[in-house]
């Protein structure tokens, strides 16, 4: 549940709440069985979308040790774990505050933005492939997001 959110239940309790605060909380609730049904997709679909990405990460850079491959893409499935988490709870700012501040410093001390840069163009193709427009639009903004700052 976003911080917006958890506020409404919290005033709900001293008093009732006003037009369009009840307006918020209903589009939140209205919201969540599509979030909800992207959460599972990207949980039950987690192999099928990486795979291709550390598949063609290997042939696309086949001088970069297989250490930091490992990295690369392990940092990339948490960004998905963690951007599903921030889908479901309708909470976009969990990603940075609880993952993206921690994997930029692991990616600048692993020199990791030119495979970083890679990966996200292969995770972007697999994600058109697998999801449809409606489901894209939620995601992708966390994706660009993680890619901005993982990329730079």
Do not use: H
Not at 36 to 41: A, D, E, F, P, Q
Request: charged share 20%; aromatic share 6%; no cysteine.
């Amino acid at each position: 549940m976003n911080t917006e959110t958890k506020n409404l239940v919290y005033e709900a309790e001293s008093r009732y709440l006003t037009p369009e605060e009840i307006n918020r909380f209903a589009a939140d609730v209205q919201s969540m069985p599509i979030r909800l049904s992207l959460y599972k997709l990207l949980r039950d679909q987690e192999i099928k979308i990486m795979q291709p990405v550390a598949d063609q990460i290997e042939v696309a850079m086949p001088k970069v040790d297989q250490k930091v491959l490992e990295i690369g893409i392990k940092n990339l499935i948490l960004v998905m774990r963690y951007s599903a988490m921030a889908i479901l709870t309708n909470n976009p700012t969990l990603l940075k505050t609880r993952l993206l501040d921690w994997l930029e410093q692991v990616s600048l001390g692993y020199d990791l933005q030119e495979l970083n840069a890679a990966l996200f163009k292969l995770l972007n193709q697999s994600l058109k492939k697998e999801l449809t427009t409606e489901q894209l639009s939620l995601l992708q903004p966390l994706i660009n997001s993680a890619q901005v700052t993982l990329a730079a």
